[in-house]
């Protein structure tokens, strides 16, 4: 081959140069320039070492076969590389995943089959596949002695490749030795929004391109790609910047900058600057950022807990503020253990729950688990599987339940009880005088005995003559319809007997419940009721009971309000009745400002108390028709209905802030607190999750304004 087709071959590989490493100059062996000796281009698959692929000058270049090389793995190089060198150099194998598809540039001396020592400069990236341990490597192995040289060339050939430079995509500009712009090509003029003669003359470092690096901090001057190729006197590659161009129009750009040698005198002359409009993929990216942004402050400030486990090892990832909270761990203790110490279960029970988790894509479980003081809570755990950055992880919210639980298991408990109880009840009347009545369904008599008349405070002789008439004077009025429904029952043969619970009226004046039974006994020949009998009880008692267990399971023990699942019932029962044009439910959000403070300085027994004086604030600024609870820790609940103008809500808000914020004294102690207030109002059509959200999303806000004040949910147009 002549000198010159060699020339031409070095032009070719220095214009391949200007645009950067690509993927495409390494795809086959024949695709490398003939005969060049200052650069080798390689091909690692990672999954399939075997398909790897290297440039033809191989041989050329190293005098090496690849036959010699052997199976090329991620490092291939370093097996050749300097002892000395080895140990700075950056392995491509245990590449972090952040620098995946960046190019990473090394510089270090490799051995020559004959023994010599080249300096080369090895510029490399890997690019992720799809299998975690998949991907490629695409790179570059230079011999920068041969600079000088191909500088050279360019100058002696410049005729010769001023087509090219005017035909390739990418933006070409050439500097001079004091980095003025003294040539650019067609792509460039049209990338940068200039004509020839207008950036003609500009320094690489203008203060008309404002340019940012792709943190959007300003480049210092001498941080300017072709500043820097000709100070240092070697290439840069792969610059990415944010440059201003007309129209104040700005795009990102990546630049590689070669610098240019006199052929007679070695010394810098200029150099060649090429770049590529990358601005597509720099708002992919920031767009990916953003939505990262967004998860994460979606994860962190989410009140309930949350975790992210590696569903191989059970490692716990990351977990967010209210699962620190609520486990007692920092931040980085959390994400230092794994899941089996926090999940009191077995081992074999957690992997398959996990497993579950896996196959189904979803799962729910109850479990306990420990937190960090050694105490023991159960739990309802909803997860599902969520991929992250190419890898599986599973997504666990988890809802603290031992109060309901303990509700649940008391109200069983107390069911048992009460049915106990009436069995009792019963075996009494039976072995007793109970009270017992008979009524002549034809006239209307009826006949009690002394037992019936005294469970209403009265003697017989008060009550006789009795009727039908005055038994239901003595019966509740929203008991009738009940009573006069199952009779009617009764007679037209669709129940066997008569079974009735209903408050009778006492002769103070109070209200007692009774427990009705009887049985038609005689029929007239045409099927009609003529004589029902039955027994009379008092089960006023049981009904307390009944009553007390019924408050207990929907009530905060500590307050005494209302608590979450009373709530519920009572939000969802509210906007069912309300009507779309009338008046609205209001819900406020309360949560306390500072209290975990009192708890760590004062001590829980303190906390609790603060928290009862709180409640009783609360109260004392709302109707008696307005719902208030407790709905767990320090925060409130108040739903108001029938409410026509919110700021009747604002008003109560504001007396609540003041009230609230009075020092409450306790074991000796002054405890001022502040209260943060979420407001929202819907009626007709709105869910009950959604009124909770909008109040919960204008409580977030009243804390982010400095707390102990209050925001109404302002998503759109006041419905009232």
Same mark, same amino acid.
């Not at 998949?134 to 570059?140: F, Q």
């Not at 007997?497 to 103070?508: A, G």
């Given at each position: 081959m002549t000198t010159e087709s060699k020339t031409g071959g070095y032009l070719e590989n220095v214009l391949d140069r200007l645009n950067?490493?690509?993927?495409?100059?390494?795809?086959?062996?024949?695709?490398a320039p003939p005969s060049d000796t200052d650069s080798l281009l390689y091909f690692i698959d990672l999954a399939c070492p075997e398909k790897s692929s290297f440039s033809a000058n191989l041989k050329q270049m190293l *005098?090496?076969?690849? /036959?010699?090389?052997?199976? $090329?793995?991620?490092?291939?190089?370093?097996?050749?590389?300097?002892?000395?060198?080895? *140990?700075?150099?950056? /392995?491509?194998?245990?590449? $972090?995943?952040?620098m995946c598809g960046k190019t990473l540039t090394r510089r270090f001396r490799i051995r020559h089959r004959n023994g010599e020592w080249l300096d080369v400069i090895d510029q490399a990236m890997?690019?992720?596949?799809?299998?975690?341990?998949?991907?490629?490597?695409?790179?570059?192995?230079?011999n920068p002695s041969l600079y000088r040289k191909i500088s050279v060339a360019l100058q002696e050939s410049n005729r010769r490749y001023q087509h090219l430079l005017e035909t390739i995509p990418d933006g070409v500009m050439v500097y001079d030795a004091r980095g003025t712009i003294v040539k650019s090509n067609l792509a460039a003029q049209k990338m940068l929004g200039l004509s020839a003669s207008a950036l003609l003359g500009l320094k690489a470092a203008d203060n008309c391109w404002q340019a940012v690096?792709?943190?959007g901090h300003p480049f210092c001057p001498d941080d300017f790609p072709v500043v820097r190729a000709l100070q240092r006197q070697e290439p840069v590659y792969g610059v990415i910047m944010g440059i201003q161009c007309a129209a104040d129009r700005r795009i990102w750009v990546r630049i590689n900058a070669q610098p240019l040698f006199d052929a007679e005198t070695g010394q810098t002359e200029g150099a060649v600057v090429s770049f590529a409009d990358v601005s597509d993929l720099k708002n992919a990216e920031t767009a990916i950022a953003e939505r990262e942004s967004l998860y994460r402050q979606m994860f962190d400030r989410n009140p309930a807990v949350k975790l992210l486990i590696d569903p191989l090892t059970g490692k716990i990832v990351d977990a967010n503020k209210a699962a620190c909270d609520f486990y007692g761990y920092d931040h980085a203790t959390l994400r230092s253990m794994v899941i089996g110490q926090i999940n009191v279960e077995n081992g074999d029970v957690i992997a398959s729950s996990v497993q579950k988790i896996v196959d189904n894509g979803a799962a729910s479980f109850s479990f306990r688990h420990r937190l960090a003081d050694g105490a023991i809570r159960d739990v309802r755990v909803n997860s599902g599987r969520i991929m992250l950055n190419g890898s599986e992880y599973i997504n666990s919210i988890v809802f603290d339940v031992t109060e309901r639980n303990e509700y649940e298991r008391r109200l069983i408990k107390a069911n048992r009880q009460l049915q106990l109880e009436r069995q009792r009840l019963d075996e009494i009347v039976r072995a007793t005088n109970a009270g017992t009545w008979e009524w002549n369904v034809q006239t209307g008599e009826i006949r009690l005995n002394e037992r019936w008349a005294e469970i209403g405070g009265y003697t017989l002789e008060e009550l006789m003559p009795c009727n039908v008439d005055r038994w239901i004077d003595l019966c509740h009025p929203d008991d009738v319809e009940t009573i006069t429904g199952l009779l009617n029952r009764h007679f037209d043969d669709e129940i066997d007997?008569?079974?009735?619970?209903?408050?009778?009226?006492?002769?103070?004046g109070s209200w007692v419940w009774v427990l009705?039974?009887?049985?038609?006994?005689?029929?007239?020949?045409?099927?009609?009721?003529?004589?029902?009998?039955?027994?009379?009880?008092?089960?006023?008692?049981?009904?307390?009971?009944e009553q007390r267990i019924r408050h207990m399971a929907l009530s905060d023990p500590l307050t005494g309000l209302g608590n979450r699942r009373q709530f519920e019932d009572q939000l969802a029962g509210a906007l069912a009745k309300c009507r779309a044009g009338g008046r609205h439910v209001v819900l406020l959000l309360l949560d306390l400002d500072n209290f975990k403070m009192v708890n760590d300085t004062f001590g829980h027994p303190v906390g609790d108390a603060l928290l009862v004086d709180v409640a009783e604030r609360i109260r004392k600024q709302f109707r008696e028709s307005d719902f208030i609870a407790r709905l767990g820790g320090d925060e409130f609940a108040v739903l108001l209905t029938n409410v026509e103008d919110i700021a009747i809500a604002k008003k109560a808000a504001l007396r609540v802030i003041d009230h609230v914020s009075h020092p409450s004294h306790i074991e000796g102690h002054d405890i001022k607190v502040g209260v943060s207030i979420g407001i929202s109002a819907g009626c007709e059509g709105i869910l009950p999750k959604t009124?909770?959200?909008?109040?919960?999303?204008?409580l977030y806000q009243a804390k982010e304004a400095g707390r102990n004040t209050f925001r109404v949910h302002q998503a759109r147009p006041s419905v009232i």
């Open positions: 950067g490493l690509t993927v495409s100059g390494v795809s086959c062996e024949h695709d *005098g090496y076969d690849i /036959s010699d090389l052997g199976v $090329p793995g991620a490092d291939w190089c370093l097996s050749l590389a300097h002892p000395d060198d080895i *140990g700075r150099l950056t /392995s491509l194998a245990t590449l $972090p995943p952040e890997k690019i992720p596949g799809a299998d975690p341990q998949g991907g490629t490597i695409v790179g570059m192995l230079r690096d792709q943190h007997q008569f079974d009735c619970e209903y408050r009778l009226k006492h002769k103070n009705d039974r009887g049985k038609v006994f005689e029929w007239s020949e045409d099927g009609k009721p003529l004589r029902l009998s039955g027994t009379h009880s008092d089960i006023t008692l049981s009904k307390e009971i009124l909770y959200w909008q109040a919960d999303r204008a």
